[in-house]
């Protein structure tokens, strides 16, 4: 089986997933998934943290790695909502708004 072949499916495996479980639940884990890749598998951590150190040099390194953990939170519950919300029709979307 192809790359191509096994990242679809995955994909698709992801959407059903995040269907099944809901999205509260979803966004649960999604911070757990954050929690994850911030302190456990920390690939983009540093760069994450150089880079909001570069945006605001006054604040205090504390303060930076909060707001790092939080920025991937994010950006991995915003991913999940993007699969989440492929499953919904119009009249569903507009009602989570």
């Not at 920390?42 to 943290?49: A, D, E, F, L």
């Not at 006054?58 to 499953?87: C, D, G, M, P, V």
Request: aromatic share 16%.
């Amino acid at each position: 089986m192809n790359s191509k072949k096994i990242e679809y499916f995955l994909l698709k495996g992801f959407i059903l997933l995040f269907s099944l479980i809901g999205l509260t639940a979803s966004r649960w884990l999604g911070k757990g998934l954050g929690f994850l890749f911030f302190y456990i598998i920390p690939i983009r951590k540093n760069v994450v943290i150089k880079n909001l150190h570069m945006a605001f040099p006054e604040k205090e390194i504390e303060e930076i790695n909060h707001l790092a953990y939080r920025n991937i939170q994010n950006t991995i519950i915003t991913f999940i909502e993007f699969f989440y919300s492929s499953n919904l029709n119009e009249e569903e979307l507009l009602q989570l708004g």
